[in-house]
């Protein structure tokens, strides 16, 4: 129909907020924006990770590329890669990435001279900048864990074998490698909405009752102690598997309990690396997201959109 406006305007309640965890409400919206949010923070939010190995003396256990694999997949400190260049588009450089513009440089050198069994970790790297160094993982809140944080181990050395190599981290997408993947987990579920039957349910003996609410395999449900009625303990704890259903069904009770999904509510889980804090992920996603939504909206040439937003137009046409 001409004029009318299908525009929404989404809401996000935050719920709990940690450095590498965040779970929030998202509501007002449909399932499209929802996954297309995950999916970006998935492969789309940038990130810094090792891109270009150069070892230079290595006479570990571990070949070359197996060494070169495991200094990609450890997880670099990227608050500034939103402000960094992509190599490909770096023009300080020609597109070599090895600039300060698009790029860090790490080096390592280790040598064992003991008996004892060296642990080459993340710690052993040294960054040419200081804001990009492998995520430290140790506990700082906890009091009960008085144990060194000792870093991602990449290799053992015995004595008389050494290491040296330098590296390369560039900038870069989870959908070009899993290594620049800022999230470690991100998923969401439709917020479920459950009515009881409170006049079904006091035909009912305590024992069915018990039967109820133990056919779910989640603690959704359970027995107030009082009066002994069936109550939801948690919503949330609900997966649709319908168990509880197909239990009031068999009963011969269908509609005692109603489970329906609020398709413009969802809620969400967020896990990172400790590349990037779960809140400023969110952020990234979003701004991410926006800039998707205004090179379609803008540009109706590929071309033309592909120009105006540099970093993501190769993405954009799936290159």
Wanted: aromatic letters at 6%; one cysteine or more; proline letters at 3%.
């Amino acid at each position: 129909m001409e004029g009318v406006s299908y525009q929404r305007f989404p809401k996000i309640k935050i719920r709990e907020v940690k450095d590498d965890f965040m779970k929030f409400e998202l509501r007002e919206t449909d399932a499209s924006i929802a996954n297309a949010l995950r999916r970006i923070m998935m492969a789309e939010v940038p990130t810094i990770a090792i891109d270009l190995v150069e070892i230079e003396v290595n006479s570990s256990v571990l070949n070359d590329e197996f060494i070169s694999h495991r200094l990609g997949l450890v997880p670099l400190t990227s608050e500034r890669a939103m402000s960094m260049r992509f190599s490909r588009d770096c023009d300080a450089c020609d597109g070599d990435g090895q600039c300060e513009y698009c790029s860090v440089e790490f080096y390592l050198r280790v040598k064992c001279l003991s008996d004892q069994t060296l642990d080459v970790t993340s710690k052993d790297l040294l960054s040419s900048d200081h804001t990009v160094v492998p995520v430290d993982y140790s506990d700082t809140s906890s009091s009960f864990d008085n144990t060194p944080n000792k870093g991602i181990i990449i290799v053992k050395l015995r004595r008389g074998q050494e290491l040296r190599l330098r590296a390369i981290a560039r900038k870069g997408i989870g959908k070009d490698h899993a290594k620049w993947s800022p999230a470690a987990t991100v998923t969401f579920m439709y917020e479920p909405e459950i009515y009881i039957n409170e006049d079904m349910m006091e035909s009912l003996t305590l024992e069915e009752k018990t039967e109820l609410v133990e056919s779910s395999p989640t603690k959704v449900f359970g027995i107030d102690p009082e009066n002994k009625q069936v109550i939801v303990v948690d919503p949330e704890a609900y997966t649709y598997d319908d168990e509880v259903l197909k239990k009031a069904e068999a009963m011969g009770k269908p509609g005692v309990v109603e489970i329906h999904a609020k398709e413009d509510s969802f809620i969400f889980t967020v896990e990172t690396t400790g590349a990037v804090k779960a809140s400023q992920l969110v952020l990234n996603a979003i701004e991410v997201l926006k800039q998707k939504l205004d090179a379609v909206r803008l540009s109706d040439d590929t071309v033309e959109a592909d120009d105006q937003f540099g970093e993501l137009g190769a993405h954009m046409r799936g290159g």
